[in-house]
């Protein structure tokens, strides 16, 4: 059988119209040939969920939002979300159906809270729906207590300023201007010495640099000549010391050799130290001047005529 040439493009267009909107579904996240349970979640605020975002638990994908519909006859109105749940894991019908964000930049997505409960959910149940706060929202929350302290402070200082603006009259404000102008002069010259102490600093550094090398040689020189004079002290001080050795090497020479006489028995040392009937008498002599010394003292007339008006006195046996 010959198939006509409209037969074979009518044949190529539903292919093509086919594979293009299962192409399309692809891009959206849509799996079409997904045999997955179906929930619906009620929702007064949807906070951006868009269709085809992804359902996890536990951070794990096992689902889309297939689609949301907008019940808009109630009032207020709301909004069923479905979710198809590919995975087959099984859940009460207390689990919660969760909008966050996971990210700054990526959009809201939906995550189940699971309940293990014994009433299971089926495909076609309802489930309850929540709304968690975003990052913004939790980073505006953080922020809360901060904006009010603050808004606190600032009142505080608005009110001081009034405050101080009720103190000051104008003859104060007056002076107020007065020595803040004073204080602007006093910067002002203390600007201008600043300025004259870099300028005195770069004509130091100017004059230094010009007469480098004079500087350099006197330097040199001085420091030579503190090295020679160095020098000289250390002559000085050897000269010194080798002298006092020599002398006290000539005194330790003649002390040697005054006692090698002693001991030889030479001199009036020597004598005194060698010979016994030296040492005998001069003991005895010792002795008698002693005798001699106390008998004085007990006798003195003896040795001592004392005249009394003239006559002697006898001296006593």
């Known amino acids: 059988m010959k198939l006509s040439k409209e037969f074979k493009i009518g044949i190529v267009t539903i292919v093509t119209l086919i594979g293009f909107f299962m192409l399309f579904n692809f891009l959206k996240g849509q799996n079409i040939f997904s045999s997955g349970r179906l929930f619906i979640v009620k929702f007064e605020n949807v906070k951006g969920l868009a269709p085809s975002k992804p359902v ?10 297939k689609e949301i519909k907008i019940v808009d ?6 909004f069923d979300v479905v979710l198809s749940i590919d995975k087959d894991i099984q859940f009460s019908k207390k689990t919660i159906a969760e909008i966050y964000e996971p990210g700054i930049m990526s ?15 089926k495909s076609g149940d309802y489930l309850e729906g929540r709304v968690a706060g975003g990052m913004m929202d939790g980073l505006t929350k953080q922020l809360s207590p901060t904006q009010t302290k603050l808004d606190s402070v600032l009142v505080s200082f608005n009110h001081t300023l009034q405050g101080v603006n009720n103190i000051l009259d104008k003859d104060a404000q007056q002076d107020v201007k007065a020595m803040l102008k004073n204080l602007n002069n006093t910067v002002a010259s203390f ?7 870099t300028a005195t600093s770069n004509s130091a ?4 640099a010009s007469n480098q090398k004079t500087l350099s040689a006197t330097l040199t020189s001085a ?17 010194q010391l080798d002298q006092v050795i020599k002398n006290f090497e000539n005194v330790s020479k003649n002390l040697n050799g005054l006692l090698e006489d002693v001991n ?9 130290a ?3 009937g030296i040492a005998n008498e001069l003991e005895a002599t010792i002795k008698n001047m002693n005798s001699l010394v106390e008998d004085l003292k007990k006798n003195p007339s003896r040795y001592v005529n004392i005249s009394v008006f003239g006559k002697k006195q006898p001296i006593q046996p």
């Open 56 to 65: 996890s638990i536990n951070g794990l994908r096992v689902g889309q939002v």
């Open 73 to 78: 006859d109630a009032k207020p109105i709301y």
């Open 107 to 121: 959009g809201p997505e939906v995550r189940l809270l699971l309940d293990y409960g014994p009433d299971i959910a």
């Open 191 to 197: 600007d201008k010495t600043a300025q004259s102490l």
């Open 205 to 208: 550094n100017n004059l230094i």
């Open 223 to 239: 420091k030579s000549t503190v090295e020679k004079f160095g020098q000289t002290a250390d002559k000085l001080n050897e000269l």
């Open 264 to 272: 030889n028995g030479k001199g009036s040392l020597g004598k005194l």
């Open 274 to 276: 060698k010979d016994d």
